[in-house]
């Protein structure tokens, strides 16, 4: 394995450990449960409700990115920006990055900034350290902005983490996979 994909899958892990214990340190010994959730519910209806809605944010974020590369400009110059480093990426690699980062970026925006900040603020700072180089930084920006609001509104409505990393590593998954093998051709509009 290269030396920056080493690099990437290590940083993954460090950030694994990093929220974890600075979520289990300000909020308590489980960081997979919000410490005062909007919503009072059962164990068990908690952990399935916030999987069924990971599960369905997921699928219909994937579906709206791919609405949005096939009918807006915006989206296509993201995907031409991202799809470098995704080219690089074998099919283990993305489940493993997809994995790690998706844990790691929910224990510490959402497990351990949401209880501590508020959904708001931690989604603004998840959105800003999602900026790339290049045309499309701040399109990229604005759309982890809004992911990070709807992943912390789940972890902090219904109580439970297992929600938003499920749609956080299924959307990660699946569009570094499109981003890899999908190229998008170039609109001559784009241009001026």
């Not at 290269?2 to 990437?8: A, T």
Request: hydrophobic residues 50%; contains cysteine; glycine residues 8%.
């Amino acid at each position: 394995m290269e030396s920056w994909k080493r690099l990437l899958v290590g940083l993954s892990t460090v950030l694994v450990v990093v929220g974890a214990v600075a979520s289990i340190a300000m909020h308590g010994p489980n960081p997979l449960l919000h410490p005062s959730p909007m919503l009072r519910l059962s164990p068990w209806l908690r952990e399935s409700l916030s999987a069924t809605l990971g599960i369905v944010f997921g699928v219909a974020t994937v579906a709206a990115t791919r609405w949005s590369v096939r009918h807006t400009r915006w989206a296509r110059r993201l995907h031409r920006d991202l799809r470098p480093v995704a080219q690089q990426l074998s099919p283990g690699l993305i489940v493993l990055l997809a994995l790690l980062s998706s844990a790691g970026e929910e224990l510490l925006f959402r497990s351990f900034l949401t209880p501590w900040v508020g959904i708001v603020p931690q989604a603004l700072v998840f959105g800003i350290l999602h900026q790339t180089r290049g045309p499309s930084r701040w399109v990229w920006a604005l759309w982890a902005t809004v992911i990070g609001l709807a992943f912390g509104l789940m972890y902090a409505a219904i109580g439970s983490l297992i929600g938003p990393c499920i749609a956080h590593a299924l959307i990660n998954a699946i569009n570094l996979r499109f981003l890899r093998d999908h190229e998008v051709p170039w609109d001559p509009i784009e241009s001026r």
